[in-house]
């Protein structure tokens, strides 16, 4: 290959496996039930042998516009677009995959992902570094809590509490009463110190948020998370409550966080590495969320030991004060294709400091890759 360098792609090989959830049925609002996914872990290797992974695992196929088959297809789209392409220039490992496919950010996170720990492993420096530097290397977690009676609600913090978690988010959406009920029942699970976070996943019509934030009102160590459905209906929420309003599922690139925060619709974001297209556009969202004083969940929508690590050396760069709370989803699943590293201790969780992700991908257990894409002779 001409003007070929030693950081340039010479493979892609896409695999396939499944996520279970650890804790039997995953339940959110509008009768969203998932236990089982497909995720996707790309594996990119360089002209001088350096390998870097992504992972995407999409939560469903109606939680956002995204779906696990459809990260596949979509990387068999753009995959050769991306043979030839050097890691350690992500601008224009981007171009090359908006000139090949418009949308599907989830799929092109993994290989974004791919590249910066590729990139990362090829200079000896961990992907937190290259992203900025990182400002704490021990992260606060959150675990989310899924929807159910309140007393199991109740128990399941309990349970989470013992094991070091003290930022819950609560699943709701269901009716306003009902799920005052479940906040009630799990801030009394809670002592002062702990943080509750209720997330409707947009699953209430406005005017059952509004009874629901009024119900609500004055609840202590209480935040409200994505009411209903589209930006202008949680702005009408927000209007009519002094909680705190975090906004996840209408938060898609820094135009719209930048429309959000000029209209003042929100103190919070979570901020989801695929929903925004990989590690490139969310630093430029982290940073600029963080310049506009918002408070930050960074995460992504589900995944494994890669999506850990890549949350993990994300967040790392994020100013302590800033940080609400971070997932370790590799403690929500019960599948490890990477030692079960990064690991959570007592309700934080470490930054590797290896270079790239600081992790090791056991590639035997991935059985025969789906799909490989390679340079032409």
Not at 279 to 287: E, K, T, Y
Request: proline share 6%.
């Amino acid at each position: 290959m001409a003007g070929v360098i030693a950081t340039t792609v010479e493979r892609i090989d896409v695999f396939g496996y499944e996520l279970t959830y650890a804790h039997g049925d995953y339940v959110m609002s509008s009768g969203r039930v998932v236990n089982r996914l497909p995720s996707t872990v790309v594996r990119i290797t360089t002209r001088d042998g350096a390998q870097g992974f992504g992972e995407v695992c999409p939560l469903g196929s109606t939680y956002l516009p995204a779906f696990g088959e459809g990260a596949r297809v979509a990387l068999r789209e753009m995959a050769p677009a991306i043979i030839g392409a050097d890691v350690t220039n992500l601008a224009e490992v981007h171009r090359r995959m908006n000139g090949r496919l418009q949308g599907h950010e989830y799929a092109k996170s993994a290989l974004d992902v791919a590249c910066w720990d590729a990139f990362g492993r090829t200079i000896g420096k961990p992907v937190a570094a290259l992203l900025g530097g990182a400002l704490q290397n021990e992260l606060p977690l959150y675990v989310a809590v899924p929807l159910g009676a309140p007393e199991r609600m109740a128990e399941f913090v309990t349970r989470e509490r013992s094991a070091g978690i003290r930022n819950f988010q609560a699943k709701l959406g269901g009716d306003p009463v009902d799920d005052a009920e479940r906040v009630a029942a799990i801030l009394a699970a809670t002592v002062p110190g702990d943080m509750v976070i209720g997330d409707a996943n947009g699953g209430w019509r406005r005017q059952d948020a509004i009874i629901a934030a009024g119900l609500l009102s004055g609840s202590q160590r209480f935040l409200l998370e994505q009411p209903c459905p589209t930006l202008e209906e949680c702005i009408a929420v927000r209007r009519l409550t002094a909680l705190p309003m975090v906004l996840d599922e209408v938060i898609v690139d820094v135009a719209t966080l930048v429309r959000a925060a000029s209209l003042d619709a929100m103190d919070h974001i979570n901020l989801k590495i695929g929903r925004v297209g990989g590690l490139l556009p969310a630093r430029l969202m982290r940073d600029t969320a963080v310049a506009l004083g918002i408070r930050l969940t960074i995460e992504d929508s589900w995944g494994g030991d890669v999506v850990t690590a890549a949350v993990a050396h994300l967040a790392a760069g994020t100013p302590p004060d800033a940080l609400f709370a971070v997932s370790y989803m590799n403690d929500w699943t019960k599948e490890h294709i990477a030692g079960y590293e990064p690991r959570s201790r007592r309700g934080s969780g470490p930054v590797p400091d290896g270079p790239g992700l600081g992790i090791d991908v056991e590639v035997a257990g991935l059985g025969a890759p789906l799909f490989t894409v390679t340079a032409p002779d």
